[in-house]
């Protein structure tokens, strides 16, 4: 039944978004470079203990990684390969999120069979490992979209209508915030989650919106708090 309800939400986006609820003149898909072949992740068994499949969806994040930091200490994995050796990512999509309330978020909802190779190949520019879009689809599009295919294409819908501010080596999270809005008329200040690791270093950007894709504030806090100094791990040289 959740999961049902998210969909029927889900199914919506792309109405919404041509009825104007994004910024106009998207910029266009952005480009990155693939190997030949793209082998997909095998279908993988959740842990019993983050499936949640009775928390209804309160709200939606669109989670943002800042490629160098995921890189950093792990340039030799093979299933990132495209993030940290044939590319030069900044932001990348992490994935899309429904949330439920009071920090109770469904998880694991349904089977998640392997994506096929194909619709791997047409997301890894935006979420550039196979094994990270399988676990998205598994974790988060089961539980409001009946394929990966519906789920990656909604994703994608909202990580194109993103526009994406030039990133200082140092700042704070107040000015990343602030960027952000600049760059994204309609979202809204206290939308913009951002979470670091050790040192203040960014690991993610998360924007919120509401049940109808309207930017909205989050509930729960937004991580950074305006005066924290954030660093950003750098780009793999050319």
Known sequence: MI???AG???LSLAALLTAGFAPPAAPPPRACSLP???IPAPERTPPANEIVRDAPTAFYMLALTWAPEACRGKADDPDLAVQCRANRFGFVLHGLW???AGGRHPRYCGPAPAIAPATVRRHLCMT??????QHEWAAHGTCGWTSPEAYFADAQRLWRRLRLPPMPALTTAGEIRAAFVRANPGVRREGIYIKTVEDGRLMDVRLCYDLAWRPAACPGGLGAPDAATVRLTPRRPR
Not at 128 to 133: F, I, M, T, V, Y
């Open 8 to 10: 029927l939400l889900a």
């Open 3 to 5: 999961a049902a309800r």
């Open 128 to 133: 550039p490992s196979p094994e990270s879009l």
């Open 36 to 38: 030949t072949t793209v």
């Open 98 to 100: 429904p949330d439920g």
